[in-house]
Structures are given as C-alpha cells and as structure tokens.
T-cell receptor, first 110, second 114 residues
Framework: KNEVEQSPQNLTAQEGEFITINCSYSVGISALHWLQQHPGGGIVSLFM???GKKKHGRLIATINIQEKHSSLHITASHPRDSAVYIC????????????FGEGTQLTVNP | DGGITQSPKYLFRKEGQNVTLSCEQNLNHDAMYWYRQDPGQGLRLIYYSQIVNDFQKGDIAEGYSVSREKKESFPLTVTSAQKNPTAFYLC?????????????FGSGTRLTVV
C-alpha cells in the first residue's frame, strides 16, 4: 500500500463545477504539498500545509492532521485547470524529502 | 527571474550508452533533488544533495550517479546499468535541507532509450 493515496485517479468535470481531490497518508508528516503538473511535465507548487486551511484564488487546500487527510478544492472550475494534481508529504523522519501520491488527472470540459 | 533549468527537454539514447541530464538553479538553494516519474506512478526520489560536495541515495538510486561540485548544478548520469531508463526525470531544489518553503521544480527531461 502506498504511503500517500489520492482519489479519484481521474476526474472529468464541466466548466463551473466545484471540484474536490482527496489525499490520505499513513505516515507522520511535517508538511503536505499540493502540486500541479501540466501536460508538458513541469510542476508548480500550489500549497504547502502543516495545519488548517489555505486559499489562493479559486483554490482551497485543507488538512486534518489527526485524520491524516487533505483535500484540494477548485471552485468555479475552468478548462485551464485541466492538469494532474499531485499530493506530496514530507515525512517527519526524512527531512526535506517528499513522498508523492500518484496524482489525479483532472479534465474540465467547456 | 530565478528558477531551475533542465536540459534537454527530450533526449534519446541508444541502449548501453550513458547519458547525463543537466539541472541548474539560480535560486541560491542549498538542497537539490532528482526524481523519476513513470506512467501511473508517483514521483520517486533517485538522489538528493543538501550541500555542495555531498549527496545521498534516494529510493531508486541503482543505475544512476550524480555530482554536486557547485551549488547551482546537480547533473544526473543515467548509466548503462539502469535496466529501464525510459522515463520522465524531474529536478527540484529547496532553500535548506530542512526547510518547509520554496520547493521549486524544473520542467523535466523525457528520456527515451531506443
């Protein structure tokens, strides 16, 4: 079993829909990252969380440390949001190294 | 603007040949990392370096080698010993080995063995 599990693996939505991507992890962590990977392959860091909730534009990320769970929400989704969204954790025992989930492929149709 | 530059974007290699992937950063970051991505799998750590002239093996280091002679540069060599080298390779950096912040990724190199 992977230490970081994401769901769903694939998600198709219509423009304007509210989207939620989930991430569960089974290890103690010092931080959790949400990343966005576009078709060309480059990765952009969206959020780094150690507790609570963060918001940036239409993106909201939450984390529940006790339940070992995080969610990424996209409000008013748009076709340009289509990408792979990756959850990654920094384990308490591994310094700055990240352990990655397999990613969620999001497609937003116009 | 500061960032990470990986080159080339696409690379083709004949079986049995070594090949070196370049990663350069001008962010003044201490730590640098190499990850490998295969279809349907999460990124996996190959090697990382927290300081110049020092580096550690990650989870899948076999068949790879690195050097860290300069703070800005962390080249990855894929040797002929790597059994399945065709993959997407990502370089990343962060300000300090134990820092939360400023994790930055390059745009990747797609290596194909022919």
């Amino acid at each position: 079993k992977n230490e970081v599990e994401q769901s769903p693996q694939n998600l198709t939505a219509q423009e304007g829909e509210f989207i939620t991507i989930n991430c569960s992890y089974s290890v103690g962590i010092s931080a959790l990252h949400w990343l966005q990977q576009h078709p060309g392959g480059g990765i952009v860091s969206l959020f780094m969380l150690s507790s609570g909730k963060k918001k940036h534009g239409r993106l909201i990320a939450t984390i529940n440390i006790q339940e070992k769970h995080s969610s990424l929400h996209i409000t008013a989704s748009h076709p340009r949001d289509s990408a792979v969204y990756i959850c990654a954790v920094r384990r308490e025992t591994s310094g700055s190294r990240l352990t990655f989930g397999e990613g969620t492929q999001l497609t937003v149709n116009p | 603007d500061g960032g990470i530059t990986q080159s080339p974007k696409y690379l083709f290699r004949k079986e049995g040949q070594n090949v070196t992937l370049s990663c350069e950063q001008n962010l003044n970051h201490d730590a640098m990392y190499w990850y490998r991505q295969d279809p349907g799998q999460g990124l996996r750590l190959i090697y990382y370096s927290q300081i110049v002239n020092d580096f550690q093996k990650g989870d899948i280091a076999e068949g790879y080698s690195v050097s860290r002679e300069k703070k800005e540069s962390f080249p990855l060599t894929v040797t002929s010993a790597q059994k399945n080298p065709t993959a997407f390779y990502l370089c990343a950096s962060s300000p300090r080995g134990d820092s939360f912040y400023g994790y930055t990724f390059g745009s990747g190199t797609r290596l194909t063995v022919v």
